[in-house]
């Protein structure tokens, strides 16, 4: 079997949780001996293709950009070739260029959408694009949402709960790096033994000033990793607010991240909006067993995160309950831990990297049987 996955950017160019997910199903599916192409769009000149973690990665020119929404001329030839030889084409949602591309090129092969996300943050734009989403949701064969809760509640999806599955995203620990005494010790004397965490690209939905508000008047130290388009305004928020409890360390690699998991007290995970689709740096932190604080915005965040289960859930933009979240789990470390242990059988009931590929493997194989039934 061969499956194409199309999206706008793709890893190792952009880190961020579609990349993360394209990268695991497609490490995934070349152990169980599937063939995986991955096309994105880059600016960048760098090789046509590679070969990354067993699998091809294409690129194709950016040409430009509209409100997230990048666009390529080249894009066109290189996925119709590319789908010709695919048994089945997996796009990831929402990218309304893909939608454009899968009618121009007139697809004939059996076609899945992972449904990452609703669009939010552009609505004036979304009233010109929705016919065509309509009309895209509408004609590929199986809609994926990544979890119960985002299929809940999400108006879209449930125009269209005939031919949607749930598979939730997960992550492969085994290719995460251990890191090294040395790596622990650099960082344990760095900040400490007792600190929280937050790993993630600092975007506007991510509810990082929400949590410089909730960190006022605390002595918590809250470690921050990661970087992104508001990073001068959160450093200003800081500033201003006085907070000296506050480290910023910037992207940091792999290892150094899994060090300050593996030694960190708990997840601090903000998000206030439902652009927060699911959260892979707060499945991380279940992962490495830490207890979380989250908000309740009806997505994935809430699935992974089982309040007073696995950790808090407050209500999204409420500083003061972020704040008495974090002083909960901090005065009760013995409630905190078993939070943690909780959280790391939960990843290991329903979120490792295994069942993900395996679920998509059956997926992919019920929808070429049905279209090779049809063919015949």
């Known amino acids: ?22 990268n695991q199903i497609a490490r995934g599916a070349n152990k169980l001996g599937v ?25 194709a020119r950016l040409d430009m950009e509209i409100a997230s929404t990048g666009f390529s001329m080249s894009a066109f030839w290189r996925f119709a070739q590319l789908a010709k030889k695919a048994d089945v084409v997996h796009y990831h949602f929402p990218w309304p ?4 591309v899968h009618f121009a090129t007139i697809v004939k092969k059996p076609t899945v959408v992972t449904y990452h996300s609703d669009i939010i943050r552009q609505k004036s734009l979304h009233k010109i694009y929705r016919p065509l989403q309509r009309k895209f949701l509408g004609d590929v064969s199986r809609i994926v949402a990544t979890s119960p809760n985002y299929l809940a509640t999400s108006d879209v999806l449930e125009n269209y709960k005939h031919k949607v599955s749930v598979i939730p995203i997960g992550l492969d620990k085994v290719a995460y790096p251990t890191p090294s005494s040395d790596k622990l010790t650099y960082w344990g004397e760095r900040l400490g033994l007792k600190f929280f965490l937050f790993v993630g690209v600092f975007r506007y939905y991510k509810g990082l000033h929400i949590l410089m508000e909730a960190a006022q008047g605390t002595d918590y130290p809250i470690v921050i990793v990661g970087a992104g388009p508001i990073e001068e305004k959160l450093r200003t928020q800081a500033a201003q607010l006085g907070l000296r409890n506050i480290h910023f360390l910037g992207f940091l690699p792999d290892e150094d991240k ?46 992974i995160n089982i309040a007073d289960e696995t950790g808090l859930v407050v209500p999204p933009s409420d500083p003061l309950a972020m704040r008495q979240a ?25 979120f490792t990297g295994d069942q993900m590929v395996r679920s998509y493997m059956d997926l992919y194989g019920d929808l070429t049987k ?4 049809l063919a015949v």
């Open 326 to 350: 974090m002083r909960y789990l901090w005065e009760h470390p013995e409630q905190a831990a078993e939070m943690g242990l909780r959280a790391e059988a939960r990843y290991w009931e329903y």
């Open 97 to 100: 260029f893909m939608d454009v």
């Open 258 to 303: 899994v060090a300050l998991l593996t030694l960190c007290y708990g997840i601090l995970f903000p998000s206030h909006l439902r652009s927060e689709a699911f959260g892979i740096s707060l499945l991380e932190g279940a992962m490495y067993g830490k207890p979380m604080i989250s908000c309740e915005i009806n997505t994935g965040t809430s699935f």
């Open 35 to 59: 063939k995986t192409d991955v096309l994105s769009l880059t600016r960048e000149r760098v090789p046509r293709t590679i070969e990354i973690d067993g699998y091809l990665l294409h690129r």
């Open 1 to 22: 079997m061969r499956v194409l996955h199309f999206y706008k950017t793709s890893f190792p160019d952009s880190i961020g949780g579609v990349e993360t997910v394209i």
């Open 370 to 373: 049905q279209h090779h039934q």
